[in-house]
Each structure stands twice: as structure tokens, then as C-alpha cells.
């Protein structure tokens, strides 16, 4: 079975700074990536996603990520972060054997410092 | 722009009562979904829908609930008998088609309280 990790539940960062999201997926074959941020009191909201192809992403709101099958990692980044990036930050994976689940990761949850 | 709703934002109920969570997923997608969000816990994956059956469930989706699409709108999880564990946040997602790379539209969740 497929598990997404997701190392630090709570990340702070001053605004301007570079914003550093980290993901790691168990999988022999890679899945399809995504990343969704939660703000309060609303439904979960695709930032970007990796299925095939080019292994850097680019999603909404500047934020990117990279797809390295030699670390299964997808890490996400922002360059320069915005009080607005305050949120809650999901990574999920899809296997890669017919299913349509999308398993999680814990979240992290992102602080922006002024 | 199309969304996902849910109704109703909070319920409450006492244990071993029967719940229905509703959802109207956007109107042209044919794939629908249930997560649900325990406390401090991670968003996990329900049931999915499509063709009025379903097409993929996990463990915890046992005899206790049930999904149907009553109408051509709406998307419902029941609960026959809810347990305190069943509180949660339980997240409606749709998408267009079949293609596994789609996207998953979320609505903003029923929170559930069991008490």
C-alpha cells in the first residue's frame, strides 16, 4: 500500500522567505503526485499535480514542485512566500494500479511571519 | 466558477443515530468521492462513485454507511448508526471523468459531532 510522508507538521517562515514543503511517497512505481492546500473553514484545493513528463511543476499562487524518483520525493517551494501562503499544505498520492484514492499525507501546516 | 457543496456545514447528532450527509458535486463530472478528516488525523480516502455504483471503497467503509445519488444533483454518504468514532470531517470531491490524473474538486466539508 501506498504512504505519503510529510516531515514537519508545523512550518514557519518570515514573509519573502523561501518556502519549503517536504513529501516523500513508499512506492516501487512511481504514482501521480498532487499537492492541495486547505485555508481555514474550506474544502481542500489542488496547487498542482505530476502525472507524466517534464518532473518540475508549476501550480497556482507560484508555488512548484519537483518530481525525483530517485528520493520519491515531491517536495514543494514557493521563492518568496506571502501572508496569504498561510495555510494547510497536503500531499497525496495516486497508485498506480487502476485506483481513483487519493492517500494522504499528515499535512503541514505553514505560518507566515511578518 | 463550479463548485462542490455540502450540506450541512455542522451536524450534530447523538450516537446511534442515522446521518445523511449531502453533496452536489459540479454539474458535468461523472466521478464522485468521500473522504473524511478524524481530528489531528490524516484526510482518508472512503468511497468512490460512478455509473450509480460503486466503483471503489477502503475498510472503513463498512455495512454501517451507504452512498446513493437520489437525483441528478445529489451525491449522499449515510450513516445507519452513527459511533462517537464516526466524528469527523467528511469531505465531498467529484471529477469530470474516468482519467485518474483528473483533478479532485473538494467541497468544504460537514464537520460531524457524535455525542
Known amino acids: 500500500a501506498q504512504s505519503v510522508t510529510q516531515l514537519g507538521s508545523h512550518v514557519s517562515v518570515s514573509e519573502g522567505a523561501l518556502v519549503l514543503l517536504r513529501c516523500n511517497y513508499s512506492?516501487?512505481?512511481?504514482?501521480?503526485l498532487f499537492w492541495y492546500v486547505q485555508y481555514p473553514n474550506q474544502g481542500l484545493q489542488l496547487l498542482l499535480k505530476y502525472t507524466t513528463g517534464a518532473t518540475l511543476v508549476k501550480g497556482i499562487n507560484g508555488f512548484e514542485a519537483e518530481f525525483k524518483k530517485s528520493e520519491t520525493s515531491f517536495h514543494l517551494t514557493k521563492p518568496s512566500a506571502h501572508m496569504s501562503d498561510a495555510a494547510e499544505y497536503f500531499c497525496a498520492v495516486i497508485e498506480d494500479t487502476g485506483r481513483r484514492a487519493l492517500t494522504f499525507g499528515s499535512g503541514t501546516r505553514l505560518q507566515v511571519q511578518p | 466558477e463550479p463548485e462542490v457543496t455540502q450540506t450541512p456545514s455542522h451536524q450534530v447528532t447523538q450516537m446511534g443515530q442515522e446521518v445523511i450527509l449531502r453533496c452536489v458535486p459540479i454539474?458535468?463530472?461523472?466521478?464522485f468521492y468521500w473522504y473524511r478528516q478524524i481530528l489531528g488525523q490524516k484526510v482518508e480516502f472512503l468511497v468512490s462513485f460512478y455509473n450509480n455504483e460503486i466503483s471503489e471503497k477502503s475498510e472503513i467503509f463498512d455495512d454501517q454507511f451507504s452512498v446513493e445519488r437520489p437525483d441528478g444533483s445529489n451525491f449522499t454518504l449515510k450513516i445507519r448508526s452513527t459511533k462517537l468514532e464516526d466524528s469527523a470531517m467528511y469531505f465531498c470531491?467529484?471529477?469530470?471523468?474516468?482519467?485518474?490524473?483528473?483533478?479532485?474538486?473538494f467541497g468544504p466539508g460537514t464537520r460531524l459531532t457524535v455525542l
Open positions: 454539474s458535468n463530472h461523472l466521478y
Open positions: 470531491a467529484s471529477s469530470e471523468n474516468s482519467d485518474r490524473r483528473n483533478e479532485q474538486f
Open positions: 512506492s516501487s512505481v512511481p504514482p501521480y
